[in-house]
């Protein structure tokens, strides 16, 4: 080696390693912070219908399914009291072939494209009051207007993070 060349030193501290890593935590969760005000972005009418067709499609999947249940038990003759609280909530009597008819009523008003036109137009149609007043929303729409929020938070918060950190890292290169 010449004279003039620089020689590495491991005894040498080059960086700070803790005040480096305060930083990129630093700017991780202020991206993250500064991210989860996606919370608030607008909802679109098209995100809406789409989700709340889905929540509602999803409903009608789980009555079905606890429908299901409900016949298993009255096979084998065991019909539990919460298999006889959902049957009257929905109006059914416990009878094998009216279960059989209302599943297949429930499942028609969600995958017959007739019906599935009628309740997105609906949803479509009510968006604007909606929107200005919560409190006409059902359930459904309740529930797809708190998804859409919470994943755009979501979203908001990893993206927001993901930036932070890559900003503090091109920052502290030399």
Request: aromatic share 10%; with cysteine; hydrophobic share 35%.
């Amino acid at each position: 080696m010449s004279v003039n060349s620089p020689q590495f030193d491991p005894n040498m501290m080059y960086y700070s390693p803790s005040a480096s890593k305060k930083k990129k935590v630093g700017a991780t969760i202020f991206g993250g912070l500064l991210g989860m005000t996606a919370y608030y972005l607008p909802v679109t009418k098209d995100e809406f219908v789409n989700k709340a067709f889905k929540v509602t499609r999803d409903e009608a999947n789980s009555k079905i399914a606890s429908l299901t249940q409900a016949v298993k038990e009255i096979e084998k003759n065991s019909l539990s009291s919460e298999s006889k609280m959902i049957l009257q909530e929905m109006g059914v009597k416990a009878d094998i072939k009216e279960i059989t008819k209302k599943c297949m009523d429930i499942d028609k008003d969600v995958s017959d494209p007739g019906s599935v036109k009628k309740l997105k137009t609906y949803f479509n149609n009510n968006f604007k009051n909606f929107k200005k007043n919560p409190h006409l929303m059902d359930n459904n729409c309740a529930d797809a207007f708190k998804s859409i929020k919470w994943n755009k938070f979501k979203w908001g918060m990893g993206i927001g993070a993901a930036i932070g950190l890559a900003l503090s890292l091109m920052s502290s290169r030399d």
